[in-house]
């Protein structure tokens, strides 16, 4: 049974940075896509990056380019999001999803929906102050 952990968010000012980590356990696919993903009070869950896990190939929302930068560390069976130059319009639950066996990898558009993502972590809370 795959479980995803996230841990890492908190409070900062604006301008400041977070890890968030996601620790997978029994995920066991040779290539699939890891993702972040958050969702603001009152505002739909949106994509913000993703990995696709053999090749490391990754992408990420507009909102979030250049900043924040996706990794795993296949060792530790973790997937990393650092946050730079944090924004209080980052501030939200964040959510780190997989999907299940995808040999090939899927079109941009369709990697950071929600749609392809089966296993999804409980979130970690990120509140960036002005």
């Known amino acids: 049974q795959v479980q995803l952990v996230e841990s890492g968010g908190g409070s900062v000012q604006a301008g400041g940075s977070l890890r968030l980590s996601c620790a997978a356990s029994g995920y066991t696919y040779s290539s699939g896509y890891m993702g972040w993903f958050r969702q603001a009070p009152g505002k739909e869950r949106e994509g913000v990056a993703c990995l696709y896990t053999s090749g490391g190939s990754t992408y990420y929302a507009d909102s979030v380019k250049g900043r924040f930068t996706i990794s795993q560390d296949n060792v530790k069976n973790t997937v990393y999001l650092q946050m730079n130059s944090l924004r209080p319009e980052d501030t939200a639950m964040y959510y780190c999803?997989?999907?299940?066996?995808?040999?090939?990898?899927?079109?941009?558009?369709?990697?950071?929906?929600?749609?392809?993502?089966?296993?999804w972590g409980q979130g970690t809370q990120v509140t960036v102050s002005s």
């Open positions: 999803a997989a999907t299940t066996l995808l040999r090939t990898p899927v079109s941009v558009s369709w990697s950071l929906r929600e749609a392809i993502y089966r296993y």
